[in-house]
């Protein structure tokens, strides 16, 4: 198969969700549609949780928590899917906001009875920092929930999400009927004794035949009313502008009952992108370019506790990677060669000799690696599109054993090359001060100081509410730099950063310091 070829039978993308909406279940009946995994019927999620890919890290046992993120690969229908998995819990945000800059496309679980949800409106921001398109499913139509119609006006309204229902659901929980394909002028249909079965879909190319009303009954009449409106109220889906992010198409089903989930499956293998440009610091990389190119979006630590290695995840963006082949790492300017580069087959994992754009695959590290590192076959280019996030959380960190200091700088400096947490260095007293964007990761790090590096830490609370990055006019950043002196702190890049201790204070310093651009991420045009 060509290079062309294999781009474009590639779909590399990741499910996101509020916890609790579906992700993982929805995750397991598309592996089970790969035959990726073989497990009977309607398997509990935490069972997926318990032996899915995801599981690597000790404390993520223990927590029963998904603090990693990894990769599922499998083919259907000869295209190669490839889902990035991303962590549960809301306190590692950061990990999923990462693993968005690896994916071509997104899908978005909401659950029906609950809408869209705090951390739901998080992720799709960051979607739309780069204008990855994004499909909605709605889940859980086998429980009573919200009507659909008002479901649509809060993604519109909370997401900023302009939507166009490709399927729509027929009655809702009890009365859960199944749902009419709109996308293929199916009908679909739920076999509600055992709410597990499905019968085979139906076609119906004129919803007004008499044909609909044998199926449903008397919910035939409100479906057509609604499909009116629906014609009356959204223009005709245009998968251009789904491609620009632009507008999202919405599926309704049931994750746990495997209903709706491969007409999602299909639509997602037509008409989601395959592996798109990537912007690099230098210029634009086309994936079908010949020579090899990728990045490391993310770092998985100690996949074996007696031993203090890490595997880098590093996404495929042009050419072909080969195994044992010499690649410059182009920010330490030396070639590394693997020998044993893995990719992820749903449960397993195997040594492969080559990936292609939109593959992710697991090399070994020994801590040369970072979150962000680019490799090239000799060009001197870094990716864009990995920023760090202001964290929401502070804490002074001190040793707290004067014998391990060396091991817990060590542990440190690890930890936050993993993008685990941010380091920043107080200007006023010289202290560490770690940021983060949830309250557990606090609790990882120490875990982790203690068993990996054998360093004990302290955290003492300290009060602040964003860590800004800064541009703008030289003199009027250096004034700024004196006047909040107490605020000022570097990154560990040696940036400055002012860290605002309210709202207020940031208010106030935007309104002051006008010729000065506060941002929240890291990564802003230079
Ligand atoms: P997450 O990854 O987004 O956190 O969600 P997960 O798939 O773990 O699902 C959260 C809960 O919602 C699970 O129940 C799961 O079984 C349930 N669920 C998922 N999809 C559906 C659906 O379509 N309908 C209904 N009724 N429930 C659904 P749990 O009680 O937390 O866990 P479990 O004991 O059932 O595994």
Sequence with gaps: MSLKEEIERRRTFAIVSHPDAGKTTLTEKLLLYGGAIHIAGAVKSNKIKKTATSDFMEIERQRGISVATSVMGFEYNDIKINILDTPGHKDFAEDTYRTLSAVDSVIVVIDVAKGVEEQTEKL??????????????????????????????????????????????????????GVYNIYNEKLYLFSGKDKQVREEPKEIKDINSIELDNEVGKAADKLR??????????????????????????????????????????????????????FTFEREINPYEEKFSGFVF???????????????????????????????????????????????????????????PGD???????????????????????????????????????????????????????????????????????????????????????????H????????????????CW???????????????????????????????????ALSMAQDNFKKIQFHFTSEFSK
């Design 298 to 356: 993310k770092i998985h630590a100690n996949m074996d506790p007696k031993h203090r290695d890490r595997i880098a995840f590093v996404k495929i963006c042009s050419g072909i990677f080969l195994r044992n082949t010499n690649y410059l790492h182009t920010r330490i300017g030396k070639q590394f060669k693997f020998s044993s580069p893995t990719a992820f087959m749903a449960q397993k994992k195997s040594v492969i000799d080559e990936a292609f």
């Design 225 to 278: 009313e609604e499909m009116e409106l629906i014609r009356g109220v959204y223009p005709d889906f245009d998968q251009n502008a789904y491609l620009d992010g632009k507008v999202s198409p919405v599926f309704f089903g049931s994750a746990l009952n495997n209903f709706g989930v491969q007409e999602l499956l299909e639509c997602l293998i037509n008409i989601a992108p395959w592996p798109k440009p990537s």
């Design 452 to 467: 990996e590096y054998g360093a004990t830490a302290r955290f003492d609370g300290v009060d602040f509410y964003k860590a």
């Design 124 to 177: 799709v921001e960051v979607c739309r920092m780069r204008n990855t398109p994004i499909m909605v499913f709605v889940n859980k139509l086998d429980r009573d929930g919200k009507d659909a119609f008002e479901l649509l006006d809060e993604i519109e309204r909370i997401l900023k999400l302009k939507v166009r229902p490709l399927s729509w659901p027929i009655g809702m929980g009890y009365n859960f009927k």
């Design 470 to 504: 800064m541009t703008g006019d030289k003199v009027e950043i250096e004034d700024f730099k004196k006047k909040k002196f107490k605020s000022m702190a570097t990154d560990k890049h040696g940036r400055d950063v002012f860290l605002a201790e309210t709202s207020y």
């Design 360 to 450: 992710v695959i697991g090399i070994h590290d020994t801590g040369n690696f970072i979150i962000g590192d680019t490799f090239s076959e000799g060009e001197v280019i870094h990716f864009k599109g990995i920023p760090s996030f202001s964290p929401e959380l502070f804490k002074y960190v001190e040793n707290a054993d004067p014998m391990k200091s060396k091991q817990l700088a060590k542990g440190l400096d690890q930890l936050m090359d993993e993008g685990v947490a941010q380091l920043f260095t107080r200007s006023m007293n010289g202290r560490k001060i770690i940021g983060t964007v949830g309250a557990l990761q606090f609790e990882v790090i120490d875990y982790r100081l203690q």
